[in-house]
């Protein structure tokens, strides 16, 4: 099946400090990639929808400027926390949707823990 | 906006005995999904449910989608402790939200 490659797969990072997190469309292309976060014992949160050549588009409550996207191809998009803080610690997940389903290949994850 | 509420929060079992999560969602789904997620892990595709009433069989797990489409259930026949993890089940979102994900049942297996 399709797969969904993230790099870092952990961070730790001191607070004030930026971070950029990968995710990769390995053998196929998507035009579309969705970043979630999940904090401990807790659901997926959809953050944004990453969508190649145009802006990304945020979910209510996610600030765009600390959380900045950019998608610079049909295989790579990439989420950068800026001057994270502590309570930016979590699971950042990544997916793509797998051809014309509604079905999800989610990425291996990136624990990010900010001192 | 839509819902997908899933029960049990936690289910601890004895390895051996079966075990069962529910979604329910406020409005019809055109299809659910379920996903598994290993303890550190990420989710993993599992199954996608379409027709009315339709019932899907992996092995041990058996999926079923409710004749009024709002409703769905996980079963896992005699528990190992390899099913340990979290199941979700999903449905569409509207809009740009790809998914709906309900909360989750996080599964304990007893040796």
């Known amino acids: 099946g399709a797969v969904v490659s993230q790099h870092p797969s952990w961070v730790i990072c001191k607070s004030g400090t930026s971070v950029k997190i990968e995710c990769r469309s390995l053998d196929f292309q998507a035009t579309t990639m969705f970043w979630y976060r999940q904090f401990p014992k807790q659901s997926l949160m959809l953050m944004a929808t990453?969508?190649?050549?145009?802006?990304?588009?945020?979910e209510q409550g996610v600030e765009k400027d600390k959380f900045l996207i950019n998608h610079a191809s049909l295989t790579l998009s990439t989420l950068t926390v800026t001057s994270a803080h502590p309570e930016d610690s979590s699971f950042y997940i990544c997916?793509?949707?797998?051809?014309?389903?509604?079905?999800?290949?989610f990425g291996p994850g990136t624990r990010l823990t900010v001192l | 906006g839509q819902q997908v509420m899933q029960i049990p929060q936690y289910q601890h079992v004895q390895e051996g005995e079966d075990f069962t999560t529910y979604c329910n969602s406020s409005?019809?789904?055109?299809?659910i999904q379920w996903y598994k997620q290993r303890p550190g892990g990420h989710p993993v595709f599992l199954i996608q449910?379409?027709?009315?009433?339709e019932v899907k069989k992996q092995k041990r797990l058996t999926f079923q989608f409710g004749e009024a489409k709002k409703n769905s259930s996980l079963h896992i026949t005699a528990t190992q402790t390899t099913d340990v993890g979290t199941y979700f089940c999903a449905g569409p979102g509207s809009g740009n939200t790809p998914l709906v994900f309900g909360k989750g049942t996080r599964l304990s297996v007893i040796a």
């Open positions: 990453s969508n190649e050549g145009s802006k990304a588009t945020y």
């Open positions: 449910l379409v027709k009315s009433g």
């Open positions: 997916s793509a949707p797998a051809g014309n389903t509604d079905t999800q290949y």
């Open positions: 409005t019809t789904l055109s299809n």
